[in-house]
């Protein structure tokens, strides 16, 4: 059975940092490239950040770019999303995707999400 289960939301005050993270079980974690997504109240889901499976390689949407770190340890079956310099642009439900490295964008497994909310 397929799980991803995320962790780590919460309130944060604007200019402050949170640390997500997404534990898998159920399928070849390493095999898999992880992407975390987010989706704003009234706006699409957007992809954040993505980690390989093969080199570990990430990309970053520019939004994110310099602010957020994906990283993943394949011994824990887990990815991560540190975020710093956080901004009310930044308040979502963030979501963790697992796609076995063959297969295509459309398909994959979600998690159930964490609320992020940046507030002062």
């Known amino acids: 059975q397929v799980q991803l289960v995320e962790s780590g939301g919460g309130l944060v005050q604007p200019g402050g940092s949170l640390r997500l993270s997404c534990a898998a079980s159920?399928?070849?974690?390493?095999?898999?490239?992880m992407t975390w997504y987010r989706q704003a109240p009234g706006k699409e889901r957007e992809l954040v950040a993505t980690?390989?499976?093969?080199?570990?390689?990430?990309n970053y949407a520019d939004s994110v770019k310099g602010r957020f770190t994906i990283s993943r340890d394949n011994a824990k079956n887990a990815v991560y999303l540190q975020m710093t310099s956080l901004t009310l642009e930044d308040t979502a439900i963030y979501y963790c995707?697992?796609?076995?490295?063959?297969?295509?964008?459309?398909?994959?497994?979600w998690g159930q999400g964490t609320q992020v909310t940046v507030s002062s």
């Open positions: 995707h697992a796609r076995h490295r063959a297969w295509p964008r459309s398909q994959g497994y």
């Open positions: 159920g399928f070849t974690f390493s095999s898999y490239v």
């Open positions: 980690i390989t499976s093969t080199d570990g390689s990430t």
